[in-house]
């Protein structure tokens, strides 16, 4: 994509494979192109290693963050299981809406914890609201330690976050089907990879091989999750489409 800001005539200019087109600033389709081009440069620059969240780094553009979070609050989930704990900036994250919610407790899934993210999470105000089964996300031992963290009747979110490879996410999908709850979702981060590929630390295969792509795998072998955006509570502009570096990740379980 080739896209030219005018902002004295308030328009960009987009030519790709389709064509030229030409759209106003006040336009959808311009804000599309431009929060496009912004990702990708974001991407480039590691803008999302430059957040904290409650004094631990987190690893998340913060437009995902506000979106989780408007889901967080009308699903009122009893348990968040997250793999891919890293500093541990996302567990505190949902561990401060649980705590101001009065409900819900965060599980991370961790391969290797690093002993000073350990120590700090385990010396976090929240850290009561968290707990952290340490192993790689898709060993049946791990499943297993999640699993019997979770109560019956409780309704759990799941939230994939670690390795990225479309086998590992789609690996995570089928081995944590049967703990996210009917009407609930597992999220399929960081599909943002298909569309950075030819920018840094990118690799050309990742159009392809992705976690949005193992979304798609997964709902085309399991009748029980479709790729449903939630419904998002309130918009008074004209943007329809998220910016985000989770691309089709809501992956709901319907039955
Ligand atoms: C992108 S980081 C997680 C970022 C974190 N969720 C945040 O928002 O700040 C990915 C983490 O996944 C972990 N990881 C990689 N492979 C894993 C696996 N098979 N099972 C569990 N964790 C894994 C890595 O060690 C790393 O800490």
Known sequence: MKLTYDDKASIVTVEDE??????????????????????????????????????????????????????????????????????GGSLIFYATLFKAMDKGRVIGVELSLRDHNRAAINAHPLANLISIVDGSSTAP????????????????????????????????????????TPGSYIVATDGIMGEVVGG???????????????AKDFVAENANFIIEEPVWPFNEGVVRKRVTYWPGCYVKRVR
């Open 18 to 87: 389709a064509g030229t087109r030409t759209h106003g600033l006040d336009t959808p389709e311009a804000f599309e192109a431009m929060s496009k081009a912004w990702l990708r440069a974001g991407w480039d620059t590691k803008y999302v290693y430059s957040f904290a969240w409650f004094g631990r780094p987190v690893i998340q553009l913060p437009e995902d963050m506000i979106r989780i979070q408007e889901l967080i609050w009308e699903l009122k989930p009893d348990v968040v299981v997250e793999t891919g704990v890293a500093h």
């Open 200 to 214: 840094p630390r990118t690799k050309p295969e990742w159009t392809t091989d992705n976690p949005e792509q193992a």
């Open 141 to 180: 031992e791990t499943v297993s330690k999640v699993r019997a963290e979770i109560k019956p009747g409780e309704k759990v979110l799941v939230i994939l976050d670690s390795n990225h490879t479309r086998q590992h996410v789609l690996d995570e999908l089928r081995a944590y089907a049967d703990i996210v």
